[in-house]
């Protein structure tokens, strides 16, 4: 408890970090406390292979995370793809490995209330963690497809986890919701067997694990082979069953470019 109160510390308040420690960014998509509990194996793994402090860090929301990614505050930031996309391209940020399977997204409903048609949408609120998410991204574009505009049709409201965003369903705050297979594996189950899925849409590319520009070719070439043992090891396997997840795979050109048709919003929803 004493080490997990410790590295949440820290994670909050980065500028007491040692001066030589090595920085793991993770994107906010859970609270800071289970953030650094289900990384935890990770950052163990990596502190014992490369012989120096490894802390976790992240950021309040997605944009002030990929603020921070970009200005090289993480040696490795985990990060959604379509972000890691836009700092490969524009900053020289090199992908190392991807998670796999895919992400999907999903519109989701309380079952006391069910979605049964998009129209129902109307005039109400959809609850999503961050207009940032790809996920988010996705369903706008599908109810967009739909004949339904959020901010002219229904309100977005932003909540700080997946597990907001259920209760925001539960609780009658929101009358939809958008998270995905992975993050629902997450919530709580007196929370998750209360939501239906209205509509999935497949084929999201994952998170990716980033190495910052200022890093030598050699040390990112053996992250790149200790992030793959690691999710081929014991440990590692647990792990990644513990965030929903199977494998660690080599990031790739094609795999990436998936998400290039986000791009253009993405950069839309940065900018100031």
Known sequence: MARLLLVCWLALFPGLAAADAFLIGVHPMHSMRMLVERFEPLRAYLETRLGRPVHVESAVDFKAYFRRTLEGDFDLAIIPAHLARIAQKDRGFQPLVQFLPDNDALLVCDTARPLSRPELLRHRRLAV????????????????????????????????????????????????????????????????????????????????????????????????????????????????????????????????????????????????
């Open 129 to 272: 963690i961050d207009p940032l998410a790809v996920t988010v991204m996705a369903v706008l574009g599908r109810l967009s497809a739909q004949g339904l505009e959020a901010g002219r049709d229904f309100s977005v409201a932003t909540y700080h986890s997946h597990a907001g965003v259920a209760q925001a369903l539960t609780s009658g705050q929101a009358m939809a919701g958008v998270t995905t297979t992975h993050a629902m594996q997450q919530i709580p189950d007196a929370l998750r067997g209360r939501l239906r899925v209205v509509a999935r849409l497949t084929e999201i590319p994952s998170f990716v694990v980033l190495a910052k520009p200022a890093l030598p070719p050699a040390q990112v070439r053996r992250l790149r082979e200790l992030l793959l043992a690691f999710s081929r090891s014991r440990v590692g396997q647990a792990f990644l069953r513990g965030i929903a997840f199977s494998a660690f795979a080599p990031a790739e050109e094609r795999r990436l470019r998936h998400v290039d048709g986000y791009l253009a919003a993405t950069r839309k929803a940065l900018a100031p």
